[in-house]
């Protein structure tokens, strides 16, 4: 299992995308693994046969354990396995036979038994549930108590049985099969379901809108679309002229740009944007580094590489790490109005909605103007009513005062 982020202690395999006996290619995608922080196609480093698969579809697994062997060209077997200083998110190979992937050790319970050692994701989840993990019977290797095994008891109300007693199974759900539909939920959904309800958990979240007017942004668009995609080979959307503007205010109202610890809060001096990719299995947020510091261009390039390469799971572990703001265009579903929750550890999240043309009164005269709504969530411990009012009108201010001499090159 490669380690994929910095804080990442295990993760989950979602999907093999080969089988064993068949043959890999050098960087040819093998297994799909998903994190609390990214969902990744994970390349093999070298080409051979894949002879064994020693990790299942949804098994959760530390950072350095085997999850599969490659017999090469050079020796017969391979341990598909990262060494510690292979960079995420290769999986490294050894050329000579490697040994069978040794059971989890044991730690001693408290009663005197024995648990499987725990990682410390699902030590922390337990904890936060007030949960003995000890008294869970596990379901992943060897007996080992994973991430799922915990919400399953957190979910029943009630911690299963020691392991090593008899554990009377759980009451199956009551699902009508002619009206109804069980589906399972992937590992991606879990753990959007589990960030979500720990960021509202975590901070009292606040909201409010406001209306802006684009139609100068509107039509400078729809005349410069075909031509900037002829000269620039990428498309033009509205996004990157909110996210330059959002940037520059985030300069002007640092709070925005920060996070909350016990010993205070964190004034983010560099903007890492954090742009909300809707993806089949839910949602991820690649961020662009140092956003403020890009021309508009480069802006519009490296939001539409992010898109794309989200989409096509393709996305390496730096690409969502370090976020300070999050910017999400729900618009594009139609959305005139939405209340997002915040991405923790940040303080803020803005949404841009539809843009609608819709009569409004300009100079006491009714008039047919494009107008969009603009929604912030955000942490009230650090930020108030007032400073998130005064963030927005500075943005709404900028892009209805929107000229093409706005644009930072």
Known sequence: MPQLGESVTEGTVDKWLKHEGDFVKRDEPIVEVVTDKVNAEIPSPFEGKLVKISVSEGETVRVGSVIAQIETAAGPAAAAAPAKETPAPEVA???APAPAAAPPTADAAPDGGEHVRLSPAVRKLAAEHSLDPTSLRGSGLGGRVTRDDV???VGQGEAAAPAKAPVAAPAPSRVDGKREELVKLSVMRKSIAEHMVRSLATSPHAWTLQEIDVTSLVRYRDAEKYTFKARHGTALTYLPFVAQ???????????????????????????????AVAIPDGLIVPVVKDADSLGFTDLVRVMNDLVERARNKQLKPDDVAAGTFTL???GATGSIASQPIINQPQAAILTTESIVKRAVVIDDAIAIHHMMNMCLSFDHRIIDGMMAGQFLGAIKKRLEEWTPGSIRL
């Open 151 to 153: 919400l399953a008891a």
């Open 245 to 275: 503007i959002v940037t520059e205010q985030l300069k002007q109202f640092p709070w925005l740009n920060s996070s909350w610890t016990d010993e205070g809060v964190v004034l983010k001096h560099y903007i890492n944007l954090g742009i």
């Open 93 to 95: 190979a050894s050329r």
């Open 328 to 330: 999400n265009n729900t």
